[in-house]
């Protein structure tokens, strides 16, 4: 059917990769908007067509159709326009993967104002340092104690923000049946926020509650076509960029984002219309709009969200199994934990693709999954400032250890440090090339408020993604690291991603970082970070094992010298290994999130 698809793409079946290369194209209309071209028009087209299936952790479950989330959306934009919420204003959504993300979401594209995804795990301090960098003027947060506690603390320190909207755990709007127990914040209930006051009164603000504003909101809605009227150049969503290397950016995306996860959507995590997608993620972080919204909904899929409080691969690999999921997407770090459970006591039958992305795929991983379930892992490559850039599309036979081929919406290159292409075989860093002959849809258009930044990265001829990768004659490419996080040690360079993978095969290793740490004959040398397998201790026996097994499956220079047993490691809330934060502290800095 892929009926609203067709509006946008002349062409959505296609012969051979290079075929899907040489001709593939997206039709941008004028002043697109996600919320009235996709949502809406599903909505008209096929009111009773599924959009979402949202469960939880307490067996609560909710179907939505695009009638629904469509009018849900009008009542919350009217909601919001009423508390002074117009084009171009900035709000920020705490809510986890409630169902309310994707109203709200919805809800604000509507009216234009400017999205903030956030995790419900930050501290205040990131809470103060995001709402006073993009001058958010309200938030939508669950009603949960620490995002309470947290947010409680950041608001005296947040004089721009005006409104503070709570999701209650026990929600119920007209008579759904979700419930999750929790003490929820009632309407009128009071956040100080003492320190912004000029006069040295208490000043505070009142929580609104989500329910109530939904319920009593009307479902009267015209799209604008005044000055509050959207445009495709509009900013329409910001990411504060993972921070791996230093403090998040805001990453500003324009009303053709969406347009751009048609390839991550269709021609990747290969969602069909009608069935159910399932991609593991945070609605704080980047993955939630490639796997959870946009290209999906464009597409026509149904977005299965499990709502969890805390990972448990038993009760994924069980709902995966209950709800019959038909594509699915999870990180390396989520395979490698049901990779320790019994994959083989689950029906996958209905899986018909998996994929992953947000960290290089390990070889053994991919290897190991394809025994237990007999299918392949098709991975995906890009950043919060894109789509899919590259991935092992329909056509593209999978290669263990491979990101797979470039996207044919960006003209990808692998450049040296003096902007020339490199030869296949040699290291060069990942570069979407062309930018000033035509801005793909979907790319990131700069930095908010920092113009020079966002000259620094797309205002020239090519946007510079600070990844490193080599190509192999027949295209297939490979990663690296980041460009920060290769190994310069006594003259050689080495990948990170190649001597995790190797120890990654180890029975004992569950996840590992492999960083550069100062050595005062060689400079730096390759220093191993693992979290161990049930049932391994960290001894000296096991650290000399995998040194040797290191030694045994790559040249020798690339062995870790340095081996240290860790619990977890330090990650972005988006899930991202923090090496720069473990070099840091390894030369004696102090990190800062």
Known sequence: MDTILKRYCPRIDF??????????????????????????????????????????????????????????SIRLANCLRSLGITKGDVVMLMLRQRWEYWVSAVALHRLGAILIPASCQLNAREIVYRANA???????????????????????????????????????????????????????????RSATSTDGSVDTLAWLSFEALVNQASEDWRRPSDIEATHNDDIMLIYFTSGTSGPAKMCCHNFVHPLGHIITARYWQQVQE????????????????WGKIYGQWLCGAVIFAYDSLRFDPLRLLERIERYRVTTLCVPPTIYRFLLQEDVGAYDLSSVENFTTAGEPLNADVTLRWQQATGKQIREGFGQSEGPVLLATFPWVEPRPGSMGKPSPLMNIKLLDEHGQEVTDGDEGNICVTGL???????????????????????????????DVAWRDPSGYYTFVGRSDDVVKCSGYRISPFEVESVLIEHPAVVECAITAAPDAVRGSVVKATIVLARGFEPTEQLRRALQDHVKSNAAPFKYPRIVEFVEVLPKTIGGKIKRAKIRTEDAGGTWED
Not at 17 to 42: G, K, M, Q
Request: hydrophobic share 40%; charged share 25%.
């Open 15 to 72: 012969d051979s990769y290079d075929d899907f290369l040489t001709t593939f194209s997206i039709e941008v209309p004028e002043d697109f908007n996600f919320a009235y071209d996709v949502v809406d028009e599903w909505a008209r087209l096929e009111p009773d067509k599924r959009a979402l299936v949202w469960c939880d952790d307490f067996d609560n479950e909710r179907v939505f159709s695009f009638s629904q989330i469509s009018k849900l």
């Open 134 to 192: 993009a001058t958010v003027k309200a938030i939508i947060a669950i009603d949960d104690a620490y995002v309470r506690s947290q947010l409680a603390q950041a608001l005296s320190a947040c004089p721009s923000v005006e409104s503070l909207i709570s999701v209650e755990t026990d929600i119920s709007v007209e008579g759904g049946n979700a419930r999750e127990k929790g003490g929820a914040i009632e309407a009128g209930d009071e956040a100080d």
């Open 274 to 289: 009608d069935k159910l997608h399932c991609s593991v993620s945070d609605s704080g972080w980047a993955k939630f709009g």
């Open 436 to 466: 000033r002959a035509a801005h793909p849809p979907g790319l990131f258009v700069g930095y908010y408020k920092d113009p020079e930044l966002t000259t620094q990265a797309v205002g020239g001829e090519y946007y510079d993604l600070g």
